[in-house]
């Protein structure tokens, strides 16, 4: 099962997604419990958003206490729908947010693997 855990506050993820998280991360807690899959757990990282120790601390946290996680993978933010938002007639709220570099990917993995050692955290494009 693949899921995406865009921001662990379910303020900041309301604000940015326009969805709270709360759903998500039930759903995550009753797919692990279940034993009947594996959860493969990606994190775009997206500065000035979820970049940050304590949302990354607070992410492996949450994972560390769910079974069968296979892997995390932390996705460096992208404007690949920048021109689709455009013709669509639609703000792209985040057009002016940098693209992480390997480096700031890289320390976001130190800061997972760090609050737990056992994670299996890899970063997009390493």
């Known amino acids: ?21 709360e759903l998500m991360l039930e759903n995550a807690k009753k797919i692990a419990a279940s034993g009947l ?17 304590n949302n990354m601390k607070d992410t492996i946290k949450f994972l560390s206490n769910l ?6 993978e932390l996705l460096p933010y992208h404007r690949l729908g920048l021109e689709t938002y455009e013709r669509l007639g639609r703000v792209y709220e985040l ?25 299996a955290v890899k970063v997009k494009g390493e």
């Open 67 to 72: 079974k069968h996680i296979k892997d995390i």
């Open 1 to 21: 099962y693949l899921l995406d855990i865009k921001h662990m506050d379910p303020d900041k993820h309301r604000e940015f997604t326009g969805k709270s998280n």
């Open 37 to 53: 899959t594996e959860l493969s757990i990606r994190i775009p990282v997206i500065p000035t958003v979820n970049m940050n120790e």
């Open 95 to 119: 057009k002016d947010v940098e693209i992480p570099d390997m480096e700031m990917l890289k320390k976001m993995a130190e800061v997972i693997r760090a609050e737990d050692p056992e994670a």
